[in-house]
């Protein structure tokens, strides 16, 4: 579904250097960036939810109800459905910058109840620690510089060391196992 703006460029405001200074003794007095996690916005997704499934299939999606827990995370809300809640299944673009070749769309799940979420800089939400990554920095020109398969509860340490790189301007977070699209860090 092309309708949904693409998260690569898609009006936020743009990542500022900023770093905090640390004095933990583990890693001396040294500048670590910081990061912020940003979910899709709910608006281009909103439409969807009052079609019914005759019209959502004829646009490629589904309405799906989750069965088990953490089954199906949200990008908009950053948090899994509960078990019984219903959900949009949707393809959706998430890399757009047409001068890459890391152009990227792939399926996502957008709960009905879902609210925007806005993690405090430096969080990661429980939906993207508790799971496997598949992690993807790219540089302005839309460009992947590194990628890596990261447990969700150390992907802060990893986010800090890629961030401190001033090429990396962006990175995605994608589930490990099915390489689904989950949500995107910049500095904060």
């Given at each position: 579904?092309?309708?949904?703006?693409?998260?690569?460029?898609?009006?936020?405001?743009?990542?500022?250097?900023?770093?905090?200074?640390?004095?933990?003794?583990?890693?001396?007095?040294?500048?670590?960036?910081?990061?912020?996690?940003?979910?899709?916005?709910?608006?281009?997704?909103?439409?969807?939810?009052?079609?019914?499934?005759?019209?959502?299939?004829?646009l490629g999606a589904?309405?799906?109800?989750?069965?088990?827990p953490h089954s199906?995370?949200?990008?908009?809300?950053?948090?899994?459905?509960?078990?019984?809640?219903?959900?949009?299944?949707?393809?959706?673009?998430?890399?757009?910058?047409?001068?890459?070749?890391?152009?990227?769309?792939?399926?996502?799940?957008?709960?009905?109840?879902?609210?925007?979420?806005?993690?405090?800089?430096?969080?990661?939400?429980?939906?993207?620690?508790?799971?496997?990554?598949?992690?993807?920095?790219?540089?302005?020109?839309?460009?992947?510089?590194?990628?890596?398969?990261?447990?969700?509860?150390?992907?802060?340490?990893?986010?800090?060391?890629?961030?401190?790189?001033?090429?990396?301007?962006?990175?995605?977070?994608?589930?490990?196992?099915?390489?689904?699209?989950?949500?995107?860090?910049?500095?904060?």
């Amino acid at each position: 579904m092309r309708s949904c703006p693409p998260l690569w460029g898609c009006g936020r405001p743009d990542a500022t250097s900023e770093s905090r200074q640390t004095d933990d003794p583990g890693r001396g007095n040294v500048a670590v960036m910081t990061f912020r996690i940003t979910a899709l916005p709910l608006a281009p997704f909103e439409p969807l939810l009052a079609l019914d499934d005759a019209a959502l299939l004829a646009l490629g999606a589904r309405r799906m109800i989750a069965d088990a827990p953490h089954s199906a995370p949200c990008r908009v809300s950053l948090a899994d459905a509960e078990p019984g809640e219903a959900l949009i299944l949707l393809n959706h673009r998430h890399l757009d910058d047409p001068s890459s070749p890391y152009r990227s769309e792939g399926p996502i799940f957008v709960r009905e109840a879902a609210a925007e979420a806005l993690p405090a800089p430096g969080e990661v939400p429980d939906m993207i620690g508790r799971r496997l990554l598949s992690v993807r920095a790219y540089d302005a020109g839309g460009m992947m510089t590194d990628a890596d398969v990261v447990e969700g509860r150390d992907l802060a340490g990893r986010l800090e060391r890629w961030f401190a790189d001033d090429a990396v301007v962006r990175i995605h977070l994608h589930t490990a196992r099915r390489g689904c699209y989950l949500a995107a860090a910049e500095r904060a």
